[in-house]
Structures are given as structure tokens and as C-alpha cells.
């Protein structure tokens, strides 16, 4: 590690996002001598982290958010000036997947790294001094060394660049305890002092033994990898719980039963309406996108087959709705019923709507003639309007649709329940009331498996749940 004095004492971070803002938070509490300065090119975003009503909801952030911000923690629209002052630069600015090209079957995408390469050259154009740039978005094995070029071409005679990688896993709803307490840190680059300097970043907080240096193609590579693999695993056990449904096994027994092997492990075994978030597809569609330039079509294959069930696990849910709501003394069918849809975020612990199944769901139901109440605890109601008026086809109604601001009033009238997110104050419903303002029959159709399916039933609600075929 270098002496003290060569020691990191200003940051930059380029992306003032669910990555940047929190990042840079829990560097700023965990690092009082750095002085730490988040930017973005949107002055919103800088204008809500710099008021009462943060731009991202984590639980733990605001208080860090706030705490910090009278003392080493900044965020600015002047990114010139912030790069300028910083010795050491991230770039956690967003990389989504190129639109698809018209006709092509794959489902893989090659990242957008435009946002990339503007940071880029913005960081050579200012710098008057070395700087270590560190790509911290999601990037295709390759992109540092092209950052690296792009520097050396552009950048002021006598400056020095080092790139390193360093991407982020935190998780939303997690992300104040996930970059408190990470299981890793990967650190990749070829050059060793930079590569220390941002290691004794992390040392203020993070045992060394969890920080690990590597070639810059590996931490690229790792970071497309876990997430293909995080979403392998909701899709392995997605599959299972269709299998169940026909057979008649219940999936939480199966799941305890796979996952009690220690090889398997019992995370990540909760079955569901699949995986959102900005971040799984897009990085297997990125790991398709380098597998088939990289003339490797099995592997692409693959992980398709991990997006193609996750597609698959919305359509059955759908279906399983509309064929057991028109069985003989049922709905027949969904036109003109009401649906109380519990749940609109991705996941719980977040307001974030990008990929939610949710959206899927909802559109489908409106297709099929429903009107939906909706509640979200996290989602404000304008997002959840905007979201289904972008995603829904032409024939979706999107009049049909009232947002809720508890769950009460969304029950409240409908003749079925469906859970589309797994929040745990779900849990906490008193069913019994709301049976009471539900129109009869009623059902519940849980897509996140979380409510008490054996209570449901003895009140006398029609129960569907996930990995559980069971419809009285
Ligand atoms: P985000 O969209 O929330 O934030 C990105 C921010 O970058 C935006 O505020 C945008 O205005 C800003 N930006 C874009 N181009 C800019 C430019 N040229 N100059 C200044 N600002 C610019 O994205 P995010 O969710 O924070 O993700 C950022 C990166 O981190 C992505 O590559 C993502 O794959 C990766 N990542 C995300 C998560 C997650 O859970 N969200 C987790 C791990 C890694």
C-alpha cells in the first residue's frame, strides 16, 4: 500500500443513480478523509439527492445520505470541475442494451456503452492531472482496455490514465447492507499501484481476504457471470415449479429438499413470477451478445434458455389466472372484473419499476378485459400510470387502471387478489376483513408465494399459488 500521503483523498463518481448515490454514501461514512463529489448531467436527479425526497429508496440510505452530506459527500451538475479535483474518478453511469436489430431471433443485446465513452473522453478533455478512472458500471469484457484507448487518444500530453474494474453487486433493497458488508470486492487492472490505492479505498470497511485483484478481463467477465448465474437460479427453480403445479408437488418442499444439499444451498430458491430489475436481462443479453461474436452459439443458447423461462413463467401465471377465474360457478373469465394487484415494484425493498413482472402481468390482465387497483408501498402512483401507459399494446386500456394508496382500498371491491410483489406487508393482511370487501367467489392468485395458502383457504378463498396446484 502506498505511504498516507499518496493515499486516495478525493473521489469523483460520474452517475448519480441506485449504483452512484448509495456507492458514494457508504465510501463517504466509512472514509471521513475523502471528500467525495457524485455528478450527473441531470439536474433533477442532483436536485432530489440534494433535498429531503432521495431520487432512490433504500432502506438505511437516507440517514446516511443526509449525514454525510454536511460533511464529505457532494453531489453536483458541475462535472468538469469535480472531475478535475478528484484523484480518482468512478464511472457508474448507466449502460442499457442496444435497441434490437429488426429481425434477428437472438435475444442477446449488445450494451450501449455511449454513456461510457462520453464519460471517457469528458475525463481526458478536463484532466490536468494523473487520474485512476474505475469502471464500476456493468461492462462487456473488453470496454476497460477500450476506455484505457480512448483516454491515451484524447487526453492532455503528460496526463496519465489507469482503468481499473471494479463492478458493483450490490442489490436494491439491499444496497446500504450489501456495500456495508459485500462478499467481494473485485479489483481488475494490470497496473499495481493503482490497483492498491483503490484497495485501501475499501480496507477502511472491508476484511483484505474479501478483496480481490485480478486481470481486468476476469473482473469484467465476473461480474456478467454472477448475475447470469443469480438468474439461472430463478429460472431453475421456476421450472421446477411448474413441474409441481402438474404433478402435484409443492414447490417450498422441493426447494427445502434441493437446498438443504449444501452444494445447492437454500438462497435464491424462492419461487416467483421471475427476475426484473434493470440488471439480469441486460447482462445476459450482453453474455449472449459476447458468446455469439465470440462464435460460441451453444453457449449463447444457453442463457437464452434463462430469459425464455423467465418470459414463460408470466405467460402461465397469466394463463393459470384466466383458465381457473372461467371454470363452471367461476368469473367466466376476466372481462369487467376487478383485480386488486398487490405489488408493482420489481422486488421488494425498492421503488424501482424497470423489468418488473408486474408490468407484464398487469398489461396481460388489461388485454384480457380486467380493471386493476393497484398498491405499491414503494412506487408512486404517476410511475405506475407512465410505466403501463409505455408498455401497454395499443389495445390495453389504461382508463381501466386506479392506484391505490393502501392495500385495503385496492381489496376493496375486487374479485380477485394477485401478488406481484413480494412485499412482507402482505403478509400482515387481515384476510379475513378483507374476504368481507371482496365480491364472492373470490380469489388469490400469488405470483411471489408469500401469503399463508392453507388460511386462505379455510376463510374460503379459491387459492392459486406458484409451485402449488391447487384451485378448490
Ligand atoms: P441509473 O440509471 O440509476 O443511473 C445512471 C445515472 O448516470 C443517471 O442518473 C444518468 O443521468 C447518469 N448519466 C448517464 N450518462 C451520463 C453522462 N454522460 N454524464 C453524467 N451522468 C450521466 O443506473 P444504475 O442502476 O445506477 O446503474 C449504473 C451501472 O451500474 C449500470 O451499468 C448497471 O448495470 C450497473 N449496476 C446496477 C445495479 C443496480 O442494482 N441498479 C447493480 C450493480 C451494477
Known amino acids: 500500500i502506498s505511504a498516507p500521503t499518496d493515499r486516495i483523498t478525493s473521489i469523483c463518481c460520474i452517475g448519480a443513480g441506485y449504483v452512484g448515490g448509495p456507492t458514494c454514501a457508504v465510501i463517504a461514512a466509512k472514509c471521513p478523509e475523502i471528500r467525495?463529489?457524485?455528478v450527473d448531467r441531470d439536474p433533477d436527479r442532483i436536485?432530489?439527492?440534494?433535498?429531503?425526497?432521495?431520487?432512490?429508496?433504500e432502506p438505511g440510505l437516507d440517514a446516511l445520505v443526509k449525514r454525510q452530506r454536511n460533511t464529505n459527500?457532494?453531489?453536483?451538475?458541475?462535472?468538469d470541475r469535480a472531475i478535475d479535483q478528484a484523484q480518482l474518478i468512478f464511472i457508474a453511469?448507466?449502460?442499457?442494451?442496444?435497441?434490437?436489430?429488426?429481425?434477428?431471433?437472438?435475444?442477446?443485446a449488445k450494451p450501449d456503452l455511449s454513456a461510457v465513452s462520453e464519460c471517457a473522453r469528458r475525463i481526458a478533455r478536463v484532466s490536468l492531472t494523473d487520474k485512476i478512472v474505475v469502471a464500476k458500471s456493468t461492462v462487456p469484457c473488453g470496454a476497460c482496455a477500450t476506455i484505457a484507448g480512448m483516454l491515451r487518444d484524447n487526453g492532455q500530453k503528460g496526463v496519465g490514465f489507469s482503468v481499473l474494474s471494479n463492478p458493483e453487486f450490490l442489490s436494491e433493497g439491499t444496497a446500504v447492507r450489501d456495500l456495508l458488508h459485500p462478499d467481494r470486492v473485485l479489483i481488475g487492472g494490470d497496473d499495481r499501484v493503482a490497483q492498491d490505492k483503490l484497495k485501501a479505498v475499501y480496507m477502511h470497511w472491508v476484511p483484505e481476504p474479501r478483496i480481490l485483484t485480478m486481470n481486468t478481463w476476469s473482473s469484467e467477465l465476473a461480474k456478467l457471470a454472477s448475475n447470469a448465474m443469480l438468474a439461472q437460479r430463478v429460472s431453475s427453480i421456476n421450472s421446477i415449479s411448474a413441474v409441481c403445479e402438474a404433478v402435484g408437488a409443492d414447490i417450498a418442499e422441493v426447494a427445502r429438499?434441493?437446498?438443504?444439499?449444501?452444494?445447492?444451498?437454500?438462497?435464491?430458491?424462492?419461487?416467483?413470477?421471475?427476475?426484473?430489475g434493470s440488471c439480469f436481462h441486460k447482462d445476459i443479453a450482453s453474455l449472449i451478445w459476447l458468446s455469439e461474436s465470440l462464435g460460441l452459439p451453444e453457449v449463447a443458447e444457453y442463457w437464452h434458455q434463462v430469459l425464455a423461462l423467465n418470459r414463460f413463467q408470466i405467460k402461465r401465471f397469466v394463463a393459470r389466472i384466466l383458465a381457473d377465474t372461467s371454470r363452471e360457478g367461476g368469473l367466466s373469465g376476466l372481462g369487467g372484473r376487478r383485480v386488486a394487484c398487490l405489488g408493482f415494484a420489481f422486488k421488494e425493498g425498492t421503488g424501482?419499476?424497470?423489468?418488473?413482472?408486474?408490468a407484464?402481468?398487469?398489461?396481460?390482465?388489461?388485454?384480457?378485459?380486467?380493471k386493476l387497483s393497484i398498491y405499491d408501498p414503494r412506487v408512486p402512483r404517476h410511475h405506475i400510470v407512465d410505466k403501463l401507459a409505455m408498455s401497454a399494446a395499443s389495445n390495453c386500456d389504461i382508463d381501466s387502471v386506479s392506484v391505490c394508496s393502501d392495500a385495503y382500498s385496492a381489496i376493496a371491491g375486487s374479485d380477485i387478489v394477485v401478488v406481484l410483489t413480494a412485499w412482507s406487508e402482505f403478509r400482515q393482511i387481515d384476510w379475513e376483513q378483507a374476504l368481507k370487501l371482496m365480491s364472492q367467489p373470490a380469489y388469490v392468485f400469488d405470483g411471489q408465494v408469500v401469503l399463508d395458502h392453507g388460511r386462505l383457504e379455510q376463510l374460503g378463498f379459491n387459492v392459486f399459488s406458484i409451485g402449488r396446484a391447487h384451485v378448490t
Not at 436536485?47 to 432512490?56: H, I, R
Not at 424501482?352 to 408486474?358: E, I, L, M, S
Request: glycine share 10%; hydrophobic share 30%; charged share 15%.
Open 36 to 38: 467525495i463529489t457524485v
Open 257 to 276: 429438499g434441493c437446498g438443504s444439499d449444501e452444494r445447492i444451498g437454500q438462497k435464491f430458491l424462492r419461487p416467483s413470477l421471475g427476475f426484473g
Open 352 to 358: 424501482d419499476t424497470r423489468n418488473t413482472p408486474a
Open 93 to 108: 453511469v448507466n449502460t442499457p442494451p442496444m435497441p434490437h436489430t429488426h429481425g434477428s431471433s437472438s435475444m442477446g
Open 47 to 57: 436536485s432530489a439527492w440534494n433535498s429531503d425526497s432521495l431520487p432512490v429508496y
Open 360 to 370: 407484464d402481468v398487469c398489461c396481460e390482465l388489461l388485454r384480457n378485459g380486467a
Open 73 to 79: 459527500l457532494t453531489f453536483s451538475t458541475d462535472i
